[in-house]
Nanobody, 125 residues
Framework: QVQLVESGGGLVQAGGSLRLSCASSGPIFNMLGLAWFRKIAGDERKFVAAITATGDATYYEDSVKGRFTISRDINYHTMTLQMNNLEPGDTAVYYC??????????????????WGQGTQVTVSS
């Protein structure tokens, strides 16, 4: 079983930055692909960014390219999402996810088996 714990959410003004972290104590964490999704009320979870198990490839949703950076630290079993130049449209609950998505399905929530509890990010205008 893989337990994921997010931290780092909060309230920030537009143009500001936040850094989200996702931690796990299990060694299996290092063998899984990792991703961030976000959700606003009344909508489904939507893909934000993903990183492969080896960390050799990253993927981003178009609206966050150039502003967000996903990374992972194998030694500390953590994943981070550095979010710069935040916009009000980035306001959502952010979830970290771990799994083994098939093929090129990094952007599909169904490809991930493990989820964190979510952390709120609010960007004011």
């Amino acid at each position: 079983q893989v337990q994921l714990v997010e931290s780092g959410g909060g309230l920030v003004q537009a143009g500001g930055s936040l850094r989200l972290s996702c931690a796990s104590s299990g060694p299996i964490f290092n063998m899984l692909g990792l991703a961030w999704f976000r959700k606003i009320a009344g909508d489904e979870r939507k893909f934000v960014a993903a990183i492969t198990a080896t960390g050799d490839a990253t993927y981003y949703e178009d609206s966050v390219k150039g502003r967000f950076t996903i990374s992972r630290d194998i030694n500390y079993h953590t994943m981070t999402l550095q979010m710069n130049n935040l916009e009000p449209g980035d306001t959502a609950v952010y979830y970290c996810a771990a799994g083994a998505p098939a093929g090129r399905t990094w952007y599909l929530a169904g490809g991930y088996n493990y989820w964190g509890q979510g952390t709120q990010v609010t960007v004011s205008s």
